[in-house]
């Protein structure tokens, strides 16, 4: 069965402490990892795509890695601002999404 | 700036009455896309739709139906609602091409 499983469930961090959110996946036939913010109250906010192994991308101070088993989130030097719900999903070999549970990471000044 | 509009932030509706949630992409996107989410099971999703009068039916579609009669309006109608089907609903939207998904900003539905 295809599972998409995110670690841990809450992260509290200082600011500017670096650290990192995990998302393991089972997908057969992997079409692509996905992650998303989510700010309380509104709808997830498309970060980044990442298609095979080995691929990585950044944006500001996050930057996302995929591995055959599982993709990181890695944050550095993290601000207040960077406090959310951190989304992961996984698109298989059927094209729907399957979505991870979330991390909450606060960020304390 | 490309936008997934859904109609109302926050509905109060009693038990039983008939709900209408709506959502209007602006991107021209084939996909459209109703999830709920709640806390401690994340997002499901209830219906999806790939093209105009299409629809198949998500994880969790018991209690709910769709329409799409055109292009960038996709809508979920709750027949009788009832108090598990409070929830916070999100729609989204996605391009053939382009896997990414664009969502709205939520409905909070409570029945009562």
């Known amino acids: 069965e295809d599972q998409v499983t995110q670690s841990p469930e809450a992260l509290r961090l200082q600011e500017g402490e670096s650290s990192s959110l995990n998302c393991s996946y089972t997908v057969s036939g992997l079409r692509g990892l996905f992650w998303y913010r989510q700010d309380p109250g509104k709808g997830p906010e498309f970060l980044f795509t990442l298609y095979s192994a080995g691929e990585e991308k950044e944006k500001e101070r996050l930057k996302a890695t995929l591995t055959k088993k599982e993709s990181f989130l890695h944050i550095t030097a993290p601000k207040p601002e960077d406090s959310a719900t951190y989304l992961c999903?996984?698109?298989?070999?059927?094209?729907?999404?399957?979505w991870g549970a979330g991390t909450k990471l606060i960020i304390k000044p | 700036d490309v936008k997934v509009t859904q109609s109302s932030r926050y509905l109060v509706k009693r038990t039983g009455e008939k709900v209408f949630l709506e959502c209007v992409q602006d991107?021209?996107?084939?996909?459209m896309f109703w999830y709920r989410q709640d806390p401690g099971l994340g997002l499901r999703l209830i219906y999806f739709?790939?093209?105009?009068?299409?629809?198949e039916k998500g994880d969790i579609p018991e209690g709910y139906s769709v329409s799409r009669e055109k292009k960038e309006r996709f809508s979920l109608i709750l027949e009788s609602a009832s108090t598990n089907q409070t929830s916070m609903y999100l729609c989204?939207?996605?391009?053939?091409?382009?896997?990414?998904?664009?969502f709205g900003s939520g409905t909070r539905l409570t029945v009562v």
């Open positions: 999903a996984a698109k298989g070999s059927n094209y729907q999404l399957i």
């Open positions: 991107m021209d996107h084939e996909n």
């Open positions: 739709s790939y093209d105009v009068k299409m629809k």
């Open positions: 989204a939207s996605s391009s053939t091409a382009n896997y990414g998904y664009t």
